[in-house]
């Protein structure tokens, strides 16, 4: 049997290829027109249909399924080409299988080769199928994701990033956030309007809550103190609200602001601002991180970096507890709605339950379910906390049995103040990359909030809060790009889809 040499066949697979790329090129060119005729007649027949999706979501879908179509098309004429490769590469070894180096070639040596290349391509192939199965089924989500969640406002006016944000309990309703400028503002959720300012810390404000039936806000700091004050506010008339199903992005009109912009005044500098706080807990020797009030507003508890937290009386601003046993710095402090207990978290990647029901039994449980530092548990309704860290997962625990989680979330970034809704028990998860998920209490995604170079978050986003009393806004979200962001997430139709 005659043996073809190396540059003849070197040639002739030089020759097959070119052919089969002209070959590819001929099909792409006429699989574009194809499709633009196809999908010019879709159009034309959408008229002609009795549906009761919006002609513009019709559209959609039918661009969608445009697309997925084009992508399968190319996958299978990579197929047919990559077969092709196959095939010559198998001729190839075949070919040379008679003399390499100028020895014999065994049967073993020349079927493991022709195996790993074969594996090799097939692998290629692979990855290819899957990033584009994945590139479409990321069309949909996203999809989705903006039909259900919407920004609906930006409270802009902070001259440095937002650590925390938080919404009154009771009327007037207001959004309060706290910044590292060392500040914290209060805001018309309806008009985006920042109403007033409270400047009495020296460091950065790290966090904000309100008191449960008064109109008292309590802000954590840098300064190494908690403030307690007092505040009166007028709401502003609110102009009609814009049906926002009606809107799409291109109406929702967001200024791409660089993270440099901004001369030192804005909204909140032209507001009545609050100076002197109405009691100043100061008993912690590190930064305060965070603050929040006890079942009733008569104590509060207070995290610090001092590896500490405080309990404190608010009538006498008097010491009651100071909570040890955390190994590293405290991250964030949070109470139930209902009892007295209460969580900590701490950069040793544990966090603390300190049950405070009993006067004369004050019991503390360790749990050690993250790897890394643990940036915030809070409790929900029921019985259960939740908890996210910085090893990029969020774990759900029952607290009748704290043993093991009974779900976990696992993400791709680093996890920080998360905030579960009160009625529907939605996740929110805020992240470093900029991302907010939304997910329900068995670890099941919902959703991820639209984010474009036009609108969303630009920085990391520090933290989340749900507001579901407000039927349109009710859910806030904050980062370090000085922005607080309202959102309307159709709750409805999130669970209808899962």
């Not at 505040?231 to 200024?255: G, K, N, R, T, W």
Request: with cysteine; net charge neutral.
């Amino acid at each position: 049997m005659p043996v073809e040499s190396g540059s003849s066949a070197a040639a002739r697979h030089t020759k097959q290829k070119r052919k089969s790329h002209s070959l590819s090129i001929r099909r792409s060119n006429s699989t574009d027109q194809e499709q633009r005729t196809v999908t010019g007649m879709q159009r034309d027949m959408l008229d002609g249909q009795d549906s009761k999706l919006p002609l513009s979501l019709r559209s959609n879908l039918l661009d969608l399924f445009g697309q997925i179509e084009r992508e399968f098309e190319n996958l299978y004429i990579e197929n047919l080409e990559l077969r092709r490769e196959i095939d010559t590469l198998n001729e190839r070894l075949l070919s040379e299988g008679q003399t390499i180096d100028g020895g014999e070639l065994s049967k073993g040596a020349l079927k493991a080769k022709a195996s790993h290349s074969t594996s090799q391509l097939s692998q290629k192939l692979m990855t290819t199928y899957k990033a584009s199965t994945s590139k479409i089924v990321s069309s949909f989500k996203a999809t989705t994701s903006r039909a259900v969640c919407q920004i609906l406002r930006e409270y802009v006016g902070h001259r440095d990033g937002i650590w925390d944000l938080a919404v009154t309990r009771n009327s007037p309703v207001v959004l309060g956030t706290a910044s590292a400028d060392h500040s914290a503002a209060l805001w018309s959720i309806e008009t985006g309007k920042c109403l007033l300012r409270y400047a009495g810390h020296a460091g950065s404000v790290n966090s904000i809550k309100f008191h449960p039936t008064e109109q008292m806000a309590l802000t954590a700091s840098g300064d190494q103190t908690a403030h307690i004050w007092r505040y009166m506010v007028q709401l502003p008339v609110i102009p009609p609200l814009a049906d926002i199903s009606a809107l799409c992005d291109d109406e929702l009109d967001f200024s791409d602001r660089e993270d440099g912009d901004g001369d030192g005044e804005g909204p909140c500098s032209e507001v009545p601002t609050i100076r002197v706080a109405t009691t100043t807990l100061k008993s912690h020797q590190g930064v305060v991180i965070a603050a929040d009030w006890l079942v009733g507003g008569k104590q509060v508890v207070t995290a610090s970096w001092d590896r500490a937290a405080n309990l404190y009386e608010v009538e006498t601003s008097e010491l009651v507890h100071t909570l040890t046993g955390h190994d590293q710095e405290l991250t964030h402090c949070c109470t139930h709605p209902s009892q007295r207990l209460v969580v900590t978290s701490s950069r040793d990647t544990t966090f603390r339950l300190w049950d405070f029901r009993d006067p004369s039994i004050h019991s503390v449980n360790v749990f050690q379910g993250h790897t890394d530092t643990v940036t915030s548990a809070v409790f929900t309704v029921g019985d259960n906390v939740v908890s996210g860290s910085d090893d990029r997962t969020v774990k759900v625990w029952d607290l009748k049995n704290m043993r093991s989680p009974i779900a976990t979330i696992r993400t791709d970034s680093a996890v920080n103040r998360i905030s579960v809704s009160a009625n529907q028990r939605i996740i929110a998860l805020p992240h470093d990359n900029r991302q907010v998920r939304l997910f329900d209490m068995t670890g099941v995604r919902l959703a991820r909030l639209p984010r474009s170079n036009r609108q969303g978050h630009r920085r990391m986003v520090c933290c989340s809060v749900w507001n579901e009393e407000n039927a349109s806004c009710n859910l806030f979200t904050c980062g370090f790009d000085r922005q607080a962001i309202g959102w309307n997430i159709n709750i409805p139709a999130l669970l209808q889809e899962k």
